[in-house]
């Protein structure tokens, strides 16, 4: 039997059966998802290699229960990784919103490391700017805001305490989330629970329920979960993945080219250096550091690709 994988935590996950409907249609042309009979899982040995948003195939245990036997193709996947381990965030999503604000400031670093391993993914990415009716708050991070538009990325702007939700529904953020599975991201305060709770007004509830069912504890925000948008104000198939709150989001996985080529304002630079496998440090005739020290490249953005390079050395 098929089944998607709703929250994880750890070897155990929560599990959603798959209609036949589903169960014959290609992964790149899937229908709207229908609620089925979900179920506690578990893996067979010591395999951890799943994630939310996972479709498997399970084998059912009595009324409530199943282990997992197999993993579907994925059509994509986003993780972090660090020296030691990876860290599978979401599957099978359709685009990314990262919610970010400007009290307490937000992590430029980490914010710019999200969009490269989106860009890697090939997954598309929207910054969610909330709290914006902070207006000195916001204000301080403007320019920046203004930078990264300019280099493509899409804003919307949110209050996700203040705004009422059929603002939300039937203005930008409705459409954008309507008819998509969206993974939400962010680094701790951001106020990203807030986002889904006014989104999904049970969210709480169900996170209680798999977070006892997962023993996980009264750590509710240490799993992904998946939650269906409610009807009618969304289509069916229209859903959201919360994901844990982060201070750090490496990239090892990742080779040094790989990063080069998703960092937009490098694209007719890179490949004309003097050396063809130029880091972009001390190297002579190199047209990355021409262009940052011309201001054509932003000098922050610059740091953060010493950064990330000096990551990738390290874990050699």
């Given at each position: 039997?098929?089944?998607?994988?709703?929250?994880?935590?750890?070897?155990?996950?929560?599990?959603?059966?798959?209609?036949?409907?589903?169960?014959?249609?290609?992964?790149?042309?899937?229908?709207?998802?229908?609620?089925?009979?979900q179920r506690l899982a578990v893996t067979r040995g010591r395999r951890q290699d799943y994630c939310v948003g996972d479709q498997v195939e399970i084998e059912t245990i009595g009324s409530d229960q199943a282990v997992i036997n197999g993993l579907e193709s994925r059509r994509n996947l986003l993780k972090r990784s660090d020296a030691f381990r990876q860290k599978l965030i979401?599957?099978?999503?359709?685009?990314?919103?990262?919610v970010l604000a400007g009290e307490p400031p937000f992590s430029e670093p980490l914010a710019a490391r999200v969009l490269v391993a989106a860009?890697?993914?090939?997954?598309?990415i929207t910054w969610l700017v909330n709290k914006s009716d902070r207006v000195a708050a916001l204000a301080c991070i403007e320019p920046r805001l203004k930078l990264y538009r300019s280099l493509g990325v899409h804003t919307i702007y949110l209050s996700a305490r203040d705004d009422e939700p059929e603002t939300w529904l039937e203005g930008t953020l409705g459409s954008w989330l309507n008819e998509k599975t969206t993974l939400l991201m962010g680094q701790s305060g951001m106020g990203k629970s807030t986002l889904i709770n006014r989104l999904v007004p049970d969210a709480d509830l169900k996170t209680q329920q798999w977070s006892q069912a997962l023993n996980s504890?009264?750590?509710t925000t240490s799993f992904s979960k998946c939650f269906d948008l409610p009807q009618p104000n969304f289509s069916p198939?229209?859903?959201?993945?919360?994901?844990?709150?982060?201070?750090?989001?490496?990239?090892?996985?990742?080779?040094?080219?790989e990063i080069e080529n998703s960092l937009p304002e490098w694209a007719d630079r890179a490949g004309q250096c003097r050396y063809h496998n130029c880091k972009h440090l001390q190297e002579p005739?190199?047209?990355?550091?021409?262009?940052t020290d011309e201001c054509m490249i932003d000098a922050y953005r610059y740091t953060i690709w010493q950064d990330l390079v000096s990551e990738q050395d390290r874990s050699a």
């Open positions: 039997m098929r089944a998607e994988i709703l929250a994880s935590h750890g070897r155990q996950y929560w599990v959603r059966e798959l209609s036949s409907a589903v169960d014959s249609a290609p992964l790149d042309d899937m229908p709207a998802v229908q609620p089925g009979k979401a599957a099978n999503i359709d685009q990314i919103g990262y860009s890697i993914a090939s997954i598309p504890g009264k750590h198939g229209s859903r959201i993945i919360d994901s844990p709150g982060f201070q750090q989001f490496g990239l090892t996985h990742c080779s040094r080219s005739g190199c047209m990355i550091r021409a262009a």
